[in-house]
């Protein structure tokens, strides 16, 4: 097999070995990162692993996963040779876990810097953080990446403990989570990041919600990815259904609104439905339809931080109404028009005193 046959393969099966072929093309995918969308090779070091998470297509009992490993030497050269023809601008670099934590992660770094340092690769890379890797490994890592990542995996350390045995949130991923948030504080366009799966046990969405609110709170991270729940052949978690898509969507709008729109866990709780969001209903909205009392909000007098907790609006819809009525009072919902999302807005806002909700909108 020759080292494209092989990058190949290790960048499928970085994409959590899903059964269906894929081409190599499918493998490069457009990242958000602090530089904006990038076409991102997401690979894996090596397939090997000793941990035996119960969920994951690398545990070290599953027998149908194929176990390789690639040297950094090859990762350097493999990468390069897919970004000098401009199919790929940036690197994900991920493994499992084979032997010592830091001996994996040595490896890992050894390929960012190879990248660095050989060819002079000045792009985006984004490389994960294996648990248990030691304080130095993590400042090295910080060093050589635009990006790392700790994955959390789940919200409590009991519910951990049952999914993956030998980690651990409070003894190993909050604090290298808290040491990154240090380091990067100091370094100017780094930043990290997290996952969570949802759907792995029975987690309800309030535990989820309560931490990415502290998480948010605590660290200075870009963003919180989710991850539903899909059965692995192989797994002792095969036969357990895959969790609704819609529920990982709605996770990643209260983390939107949490992060962007400074909603707290305590504005959230009263929409929850026995610990869970409604799977119908955005959340913004819900909050919205939960708290009748504050609503509708005079569009020509409301600040923004009230405006951007309108169901509808936006940040930039938020300042593109202020710039507005600066101009001229908003008395009809003409002097609205080229707003976005404006018929869903109308419900939640007055215009000079008037509500115009329901009513035919003619430009």
Not at 42 to 53: A, F, I
Not at 253 to 277: A, C, H, M, T, W
Not at 294 to 311: G, S
Request: glycine share 6%.
């Amino acid at each position: 097999m020759d080292l494209q046959q092989k990058i190949r393969l290790m960048s499928r099966l970085a994409n959590f070995e899903k059964d269906s072929e894929k081409d190599f093309e499918s493998c490069i995918f457009n990242a958000s990162t602090p530089k904006g969308k990038v076409p991102i090779l997401k690979l894996m070091q090596t397939t090997m692993c000793d941990k035996n998470c119960v969920y994951c297509a690398f545990r070290r009992d599953r027998e149908e996963t194929v176990r390789m490993a690639l040297k950094p030497e090859d990762v350097a050269r493999g990468f390069m040779e897919l970004y000098k023809v401009g199919k790929v601008k940036g690197l994900f670099l991920s493994s499992g876990i084979f032997g010592n934590p830091d001996f994996t992660m040595e490896r890992m770094i050894d390929s960012v810097r190879i990248l660095r340092e050989k060819h002079h690769f000045r792009g985006y890379v984004h490389l994960k953080i294996m648990p248990g890797a030691s304080l130095q490994a993590v400042e090295e890592a910080v060093k050589l990446a635009d990006r790392v990542s700790i994955n959390l995996e789940t919200s409590k350390e009991e519910r951990l403990k049952g999914i993956a045995k030998g980690k651990s949130i409070l003894h190993d991923m909050l604090p290298k989570i808290e040491y990154v948030d240090r380091l990067i504080r100091e370094h100017r366009g780094k930043s990290q990041i997290s996952q969570m799966m949802v759907g792995v046990g029975d987690e309800k969405d309030d535990e989820i919600i309560r931490a990415v609110d502290y998480l948010n709170r605590r660290f200075k991270l870009s963003r919180i990815y989710f991850s539903a729940f899909f059965p692995v052949k192989g797994t002792p978690l095969e036969n357990k259904p895959a969790e609704n898509p819609i529920r990982e969507h709605r996770l990643y709008q209260v983390d939107f609104l949490i992060r962007e729109y400074r909603f707290s866990y305590e504005d959230l709780k009263p929409i929850l439905k026995d610990g869970n969001l409604p799977l119908d209903t955005d959340p913004k909205t819900a909050w919205a339809e939960a708290n009748p009392h504050l609503f509708p909000v005079e569009i020509n007098t409301a600040d923004y931080e009230t405006l951007i907790r309108v169901p509808g609006i936006g940040k930039e819809t938020a300042k593109d109404i202020i710039r507005r009525r600066r101009e001229n009072r908003i008395s009809s919902p003409l002097d609205l028009k080229g707003i976005k999302n404006l018929s869903r807005i109308l419900k939640y806002v007055l215009l000079n005193g008037k509500s115009f909700y329901q009513k035919e909108l003619s430009f």
